[in-house]
């Protein structure tokens, strides 16, 4: 990528040579190039979305660790900070798993198998291998930056987009977003251990703005380690800070597991 763009403006020298092709740029230019990353990441902060409570409706893909693919409609409501409610139907209509995630745990009813099963939060990490917690998990499905440190060493303009490069405590994050509006086009996240083999690839497209919000409907997330994650996200209707519940109630004749 940094190949086919014009020269990277140095920040600082903490980097290694593989995330960037810097150059090195006169002190008389670094003002100018600290005040253009600081004015570009406050624009990203500025879309930041915010919300109360979230609902839609979604056509999910998905392919799992063996390359099985599904393809299945979620309703999926958000009360910020708070939960994250999922119901997944299969063919037909018919309700398939039910999830409760919360700060502290998550629950899944599957009603195939007739199967509670009840976890700590820190299931998601291990069924997923990426460090989300609520917080994380919600700005994603929202179409927030997530991993996005405010520590950027180094950004590259490229025709209508700009990218910058932050190191946070987990993962490096080459974001890339539209030049104009400042929406976030892609997140590129290596794992900063450079033991572990941990990558990332998140894209928003389809931007619209029906409900006085830049909402992209179109999500592609992909992550890999030891196993893989790989999503995509269809939004067909959704909308924002209307009452919901949140209804998940164990059936005395389930298997808890």
Known sequence: ????????????????????????????????????????????????????????????????????????????????????????????????????????????????????????????????????DLSSLQDLLIGNAVFLDSNIVSYTKSGNTISLLSIGPIFKNLITISEDHKLIQ?????????LRNRTGDVTYSDYENKKGVDFAITRKITFAEKKKLDIRLKFKQYNFN??????????KNYTTN
């Not at 500025?46 to 099985?68: E, G, L, Q, R, W």
């Not at 996240?189 to 450079?194: H, K, N, P, T």
């Open 1 to 132: 990528m940094f190949v086919a763009c014009k020269p990277t403006k140095k920040i600082q020298t903490a980097i290694s040579k593989k995330d960037t092709l810097a150059a090195a740029v006169p002190d008389n230019k670094l003002a100018d190039s600290l005040r253009f990353i600081k004015e570009t990441y406050k624009g990203i902060i500025a879309h930041h979305i915010n919300f109360t409570t979230f609902s839609a409706k979604v056509d999910v893909d998905y392919i799992d660790a063996s390359d099985k693919k599904y393809d299945v409609n979620a309703n999926l409501r958000m009360y910020k900070d708070s939960t994250i409610w999922v119901s997944i139907n299969a063919i037909f209509g018919i309700e398939a798993l039910r999830a409760l995630i919360t700060k502290d745990s998550v629950k899944i009813l599957d009603k195939q198998d007739k199967l509670y099963t009840a976890r700590s939060i820190k299931f998601l990490q291990d069924v997923s291998g990426v460090p989300f």
């Open 186 to 194: 892609r997140m590129k996240l290596d794992d900063v251990d450079e």
């Open 242 to 251: 209307e009452a919901l519940n949140f209804p998940f109630g164990v059936p």
